[in-house]
């Protein structure tokens, strides 16, 4: 057996398979940055530009950049002025995920599942929104059918519906349809992919060009996190 | 499956003749226990025997073990790092969890089949940074099942609080691991103790008792490997047998059975009559 396991472990565990570019210009993902910017949108479809930029400390001008790339080359669809993986989700939930990327929205519905029947007073206290905020906030998200608020003597309550789980639940087949596009239109492009893991929450791929291979986590499960602030 | 020297003194014969080839091992506890030096203790013997050695810390910087594993005596510790054949990997906790997630297949597929020993020192931060338990079991297990593929490997777990192994800290890695190995340290009397008790071993008639053990300069850990068990005896699967030939029961449950008995001595029947167990069995199959 071949020896330097331990030296190629240390480069592992201290390399970070999204930021390396591939020598293999024109093609999208192999762009550190933008595979970084479809990860992202994978998991947070019609994410905001402004959001997207904070959370992998890029300028606003770059996920720009990289979004349209993306767009062009039909690894993005666009919905109005948000964007989101083409085949990930139902296009007509575009408008779904564009209120859950709203400033509020995903604390509020977080909020409602941690704690079912809470009331929008204690709501408010919880998120740090004022309550006519968080009152209009909780309207648009019944208005979607994602919680139903209920009247409680002199209280306002919010109940979580299914709508999500459900919704989750009747993505899966185009979750792995879109898994599948994806490994073949990255075989089309030269970049030999392999799929190392594959679950229903994500598909876990190496590919590369040139003697340089990365890795790439796609998140598949944007139902359940679209609202969540992990990962 | 194959076994391999510990590298402890005195700890082979109580798991049944050395560690698991291409196993998993955590060693849990608390601080001061001798975690470390067990693990510096594994990983060199299998050094010595030409493996190459992973140090993962997850704690400590390298500086600091290295020179611990020098004043113990062990400064071949320093020709293995030079030539490479031990590496040390300083991360921490979420950096791990993040390879575990990210990298470690790719890792996995490429260097499958190795015979290294990796030791991860402690496996603790990896846990505390997955806050859900369910996402935590799931990031051990994958990780465990996954490094058994490049090698046999220890973990070690610190105990926090009581000394009960009672806590979804302990109790995770000590359900996915294939071996258990627990040290107590009662360092509060005026005569501190230390005692090593194998808490679960698959497929190794281990020790079920506890021993004490030393930790030597120049030695490292000296465990008191005489487990007090009487040689192996065959009384119970004898008579089993005896009773095969003489019960009435279908050709098939028969045959089956006096294979299940290769190899059996009296300490697996642990007091059940064999008659008894017989009577069980064939409950299973009446009118057959």
């Known amino acids: 057996m071949a020896r ?52 992998l400390s890029i300028s606003q001008a770059t996920v720009r950049w990289h979004t349209w790339d993306l767009v062009e080359n039909e690894y993005l669809q666009i919905e109005g002025a948000r964007v989101f993986p083409s085949g990930l989700i139902e296009p007509t939930d575009a408008a779904l995920f564009v209120a859950l990327a709203s400033t509020g929205r995903a604390d509020i519905l977080s909020a409602a599942f941690d704690v079912p029947g809470i009331s929008l007073q204690e709501l408010a206290a919880r998120v740090r929104l004022s309550r006519q905020s968080v009152s209009k906030i909780a309207t648009e998200l019944a208005d979607f059918g994602l919680v139903r608020l209920i009247e409680d003597g ?57 003697g340089r291979r990365v890795v790439l986590e796609v998140p598949l499960d944007p139902y359940a996190t679209a609202w969540k602030r992990s990962s | 499956m194959r076994k391999i020297k ?116 402690p496996l603790t931060p990896v846990l505390w940074s997955v806050k859900d338990l369910y996402e935590q079991r799931d990031l051990i297990g994958y990780m465990f099942k996954q490094t058994r593929k490049v090698g046999t490997v220890l973990c070690t777990l610190e105990e926090h609080g009581q000394a009960d192994l009672a806590g979804p800290e302990t109790v995770i890695p000590m359900y996915l691991a294939d071996c258990v190995v627990h040290l107590k340290f009662n360092s509060d009397d005026a005569d501190p103790s230390r005692l090593l008790k194998i808490v ?82 064939l409950q299973e199959y009446p009118g057959e």
């Open chain 1, 4 to 55: 330097g396991l331990g030296r190629a472990l240390q480069q592992a565990v201290s390399r970070d398979g999204l930021e390396a570019d591939l020598d293999a210009g024109g093609r999208s993902l192999a762009n550190g940055r933008r595979r970084q910017v479809f990860r992202y949108l994978c998991l947070r479809p019609c994410a905001r530009v402004g959001d997207v930029g904070r959370d």
């Open chain 2, 6 to 121: 510990s590298g402890i003194y005195g700890l082979n014969p109580i798991l049944d003749g050395g560690v698991n080839e291409n196993s998993t091992t955590v060693v849990i506890g608390r601080s001061g226990a001798g975690k470390t030096t067990l693990a510096t203790q594994f990983i060199r013997r299998g050094l010595q025997d030409g493996q190459e050695g992973v140090f993962v810390s997850l704690d400590e910087n390298k500086e600091q073990i290295i020179r611990e594993a020098v004043e113990m005596g062990w400064s071949d510790i320093l020709d293995y790092l030079e030539d490479e054949l031990l590496v040390f990997i300083d991360a921490s906790g979420r950096e791990f969890s993040n390879f575990i997630r990210k990298e470690l297949p790719a890792f996995v597929a490429d260097w499958k089949g190795s015979n290294a020993r990796i030791v991860i020192d």
């Open chain 1, 154 to 210: 002199r209280y306002r309550r919010v109940h979580p519906t299914d709508l999500l789980v459900r919704k989750r639940e009747a993505n899966h087949a185009r979750a792995d349809a879109f898994g599948e596009a994806l490994l073949r239109r990255l075989a089309d492009e030269g970049l030999a992919p392999e799929l190392l893991r594959r679950d229903e929450t994500a598909l876990l791929l190496r590919f590369g060009a040139g």
């Open chain 2, 200 to 281: 679960k071993c698959r497929n190794s008639r281990h020790s079920p008792t506890s021993h004490a053990f030393q930790i030597v300069r120049g030695l490292g850990i000296v465990v008191d490997g005489r487990d007090g068990r009487k040689p192996a005896t065959v009384r119970a699967p004898a008579q089993f047998r005896q009773l095969l030939q003489t019960r009435a029961m279908p050709k098939k449950v028969r045959d089956h059975l006096e294979k299940a008995l290769d190899g059996l001595t009296d300490e697996d029947f642990r007091g059940l009559k064999p008659e008894d167990v017989l009577d069980l069995i």
